[in-house]
Nanobody
Framework: VQLQACGGGLVQAGGSLRLSCAGS????????ISWFRQAPEKEREWVSS????????YYVDSVKGRFTVSRDNAKNTVYLQMNSLKPEDTAVYFC?????????????????????WGQGTLVTVSS
């Protein structure tokens, strides 16, 4: 079971990118798919999540209003549309999935709760 993230690249501040996360070898039928990012010498941080069951989306405050997470079940793909990019958005972006039971409501923000990870795609935003 592997996830594959792609779509990163170099963009100027204010620009846009769309990241994709596709499952390989299985149907992306996990309850929650999330995006995390890791900047150089920083901890991996949660960015956004989408629930298959409820359709709800969640965002870290720093990207609200700029990023949109969505999924295409027919294509087994989750997207992260990133607009109005800032230099501080520069990081390697990872997608992650988990369908197991979690005992607290905000588990999706915790990187240690995920069993499956994509390989990451680099996003560089120049000023």
């Amino acid at each position: 079971v592997q996830l594959q993230a792609c779509g990163g690249g170099l963009v100027q501040a204010g620009g846009s990118l769309r990241l994709s996360c596709a499952g390989s070898g299985f149907t992306l039928d996990y309850d929650v798919i999330s995006w995390f990012r890791q900047a150089p010498e920083k901890e991996r941080e949660w960015v956004s999540s989408i629930s298959r069951v409820t359709g709800r989306t969640y965002y870290v405050d720093s990207v609200k209003g700029r990023f949109t997470v969505s999924r295409d079940n027919a294509k087994n793909t989750v997207y992260l549309q990133m607009n109005s990019l800032k230099p501080e958005d520069t990081a390697v972006y990872f997608c992650a999935a988990d369908g197991s039971y979690h005992s607290y409501s905000t588990w999706y923000k915790d990187k240690y709760e995920y069993a499956s990870w994509g390989q990451g795609t680099l996003v560089t935003v120049s000023s």
